[in-house]
């Protein structure tokens, strides 16, 4: 504790609660875009804070990423001891399979002695293929557990970057840039002002349904996702938890 309030960590902390007006933000020191092991500080923070917050049954939706990949590493089997169920929260192939949620959801299953459900949908479907798949009973089925998860983990990216690194269409590479896109979460991607600029058309989690999640944790740092951070929590629903870093904290704040 004093460590921490000598470095302005705690200060930081309540700064960022008030002004973004969440539930909870937990800042690691570092900047895990200079520091790779910051990432698993990361890791370690999500994963005290998912320990507090588990009831005896949970479902537990997750999306993909870096990030979530280095919470998976964290976690142990004890919290097996809790009857664990790990979900991604939307379709991911397309993603380097390393960061896709189904292969987050399977290690998070295998560190704690869980299980865990795969979702082998594209990350970016046509509407014509949404509406078929959703009729699928296995996705159907997934679906349903989707939307009664009671925790939902994710990453925030920023907004360039994961358009990048999703196969994005030229048109909508040139939309996400016209309309200043900073951040993107569950395939959304939003302005400064935090309004939704545009939407991968996705089968899973959506925006609204976070509203019946229990326990949200969002966990993103570095010093180049302050503004993709900021923008995202002005859309977040107010019960989110934030795990950042310092490097993205300190950033954050500058803008308040
Ligand atoms: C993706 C999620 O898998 O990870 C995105 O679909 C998120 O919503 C991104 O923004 C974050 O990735 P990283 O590697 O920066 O943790």
Same mark, same amino acid.
């Given at each position: 504790r004093v460590m921490r309030d000598l470095t302005g960590i705690s200060t930081l902390e309540s700064r960022l609660k008030s002004e973004m007006g969440i539930a909870r933000v937990v800042v690691v020191p570092g900047d $895990? #875009?200079? $520091?790779?092991?910051?990432? *698993? =500080?990361?890791?370690?923070?999500?994963?005290?804070?998912?320990?507090? !917050? @588990?009831?005896? #049954? *949970?479902?537990? %939706?997750?999306t993909g990423g870096t990030t979530m990949a280095a919470v998976a590493e964290t976690l142990t089997p004890e919290f097996g001891e809790k009857n664990l @169920?790990?979900?991604?929260? !939307?379709?991911?192939?397309? =993603?380097?399979? *390393? *960061?896709? %949620?189904n292969t987050v959801c399977a290690i998070m299953a295998d560190k704690t002695n869980s299980r865990h459900r795969v979702f082998y949908v594209p990350d970016q479907v046509s509407s014509e293929i949404y509406e078929s798949f959703i009729k699928e009973p296995l996705i159907y089925e997934v679906l349903g557990l989707i939307k009664s998860a009671s925790m939902v983990l994710h990453g925030i990216g920023?907004?360039?970057?994961?358009? =990048? !690194? !999703? $196969?994005?269409s030229p048109e909508d590479m040139e939309k996400i840039i016209r309309r200043n896109a900073v951040g993107e979460a569950f395939g959304y991607y939003f302005n400064e002002a935090g309004e939704i600029v545009h939407k991968v058309l996705t089968i899973g989690l959506q925006l609204d349904d976070l509203t019946e999640v229990d326990t949200i944790i969002a966990v993103a740092g570095g010093a180049s996702k302050a503004k993709a951070i900021r923008a995202y929590m002005k859309q977040a629903p107010r019960s989110t938890i934030l795990i950042t870093d310092e490097g993205a904290a300190k950033n954050l704040v500058q803008g308040f």
């Open positions: $895990s #875009d200079v $520091s790779p092991w910051v990432k *698993n =500080e990361l890791g370690n923070a999500c994963a005290t804070s998912m320990k507090h !917050r @588990l009831s005896s #049954d *949970n479902i537990i %939706a997750v @169920l790990f979900v991604p929260a !939307r379709g991911g192939l397309g =993603e380097d399979v *390393n *960061n896709q %949620a920023d907004a360039i970057t994961m358009a =990048e !690194r !999703r $196969s994005t």
